[in-house]
């Protein structure tokens, strides 16, 4: 059976504050534990006034305390801006307090304007350079192996179940360096210009199993509106926000709306035709009613 997550970024809808958007959040992750989901990841953003995701691992943990099976984790994570090490230390935390459960994902993006960046780091471009050593850092000290002049170095405390690491993004380096590393790749086609086949494909071929992960495993994270019927799918879907740069026309980013059946047969194919062992889905209703509705009547085709 295809399995199937959700990713949200925590949005401040119908005029809600911040406190009441992590309320929400916690509610959709419950809904998403109820009625199967495979895992629940937040984002990280800075200085949007729409979105209250700007600290994932802080987050991670509330939503912990509210579920008990789910998986959690980052979607993702922007590693450019942090040393290795605190992040290892925050998620071995959060793998301590919720075993079995917890996901890194790590990203590339700055996640805010440029004065954002210069705010949260002097040197974001030579993080963004810098990526690959610094994801590679992140993979041993996860696993235990990394040194210091010559000298083991432990992000503590150890859990008993290391979180999963996963390289997200929207392009084929993104895809290159998870497949070099031999970690899960999770490809954002909801913002991305690029065909999700030819990405995964390239993703799969270039794959060098790790100690972490023997086989390539891909997530492919997609819009999705669902409603009772196609026309009430399509006023939803018309109405959703802008996520990123809006697409060009053509492009392979785009929103999939539909009635449960016939969206789920749409997603189902998608996920064939990408060779995706996962979808995430991403659901951007400016309402939280009808945003939790929407994934209901989807889980309820697509996890059966």
């Given at each position: ?249 053509g492009s392979a980013r785009r929103s ?49």
């Amino acid at each position: 059976m295809l399995r199937v997550s959700l990713l949200d970024m925590v949005p401040l809808l119908e005029g809600a504050d911040a406190a009441e958007a992590i309320r929400q959040s916690v509610k959709l992750a419950q809904m998403a534990e109820r009625c199967g989901f495979t895992r629940f990841w937040v984002s990280e953003h800075h200085d949007m006034p729409s979105l209250a995701s700007s600290c994932p691992e802080v987050l991670l943990a509330y939503l912990g305390v509210h579920t008990s099976s789910l998986r959690i984790g980052s979607g993702a994570v922007l590693l450019p801006y942090y040393k290795p090490y605190k992040i290892a230390e925050a998620f071995h935390l959060l793998a301590t307090l919720y075993p079995g459960r917890i996901d890194l994902g790590v990203g590339r993006a700055p996640g805010g304007s440029a004065q954002v960046s210069m705010a949260l780091s002097a040197n974001y471009l030579e993080g963004v350079f810098k990526l690959p050593d610094a994801l590679r850092e992140l993979s041993e000290l996860l696993d235990g192996s990394f040194k210091v002049e010559g000298e083991t170095v432990t992000a503590r405390p150890v859990p008993r179940h290391a979180p999963e690491l996963w390289m997200l993004g929207t392009s084929p380096k993104s895809a290159q360096l998870a497949a070099q590393l031999g970690i899960g790749y999770a490809f954002g086609q909801f913002m991305s210009d690029h065909d999700g086949r030819e990405i995964v494909r390239r993703y799969r071929e270039s794959f060098q199993p790790s100690a972490r992960l023997k086989e390539p495993t891909a997530i492919v994270a997609v819009g999705a509106v669902c409603a009772p019927s196609e026309a009430e799918a399509a006023e939803l879907a018309a109405s959703m926000p802008v996520i990123g740069p809006a697409p060009v026309p053509g492009s392979a980013r785009r929103s999939y709306a539909g009635a449960p059946a016939r969206l789920a047969a749409e997603l189902k194919g998608l996920a064939d035709e990408c060779s995706a062992d996962e979808l995430m889905l991403v659901t951007a209703i400016a309402d939280y009613a009808r945003r939790q509705r929407s994934l209901e009547l989807l889980s309820a085709e697509l996890l059966r």
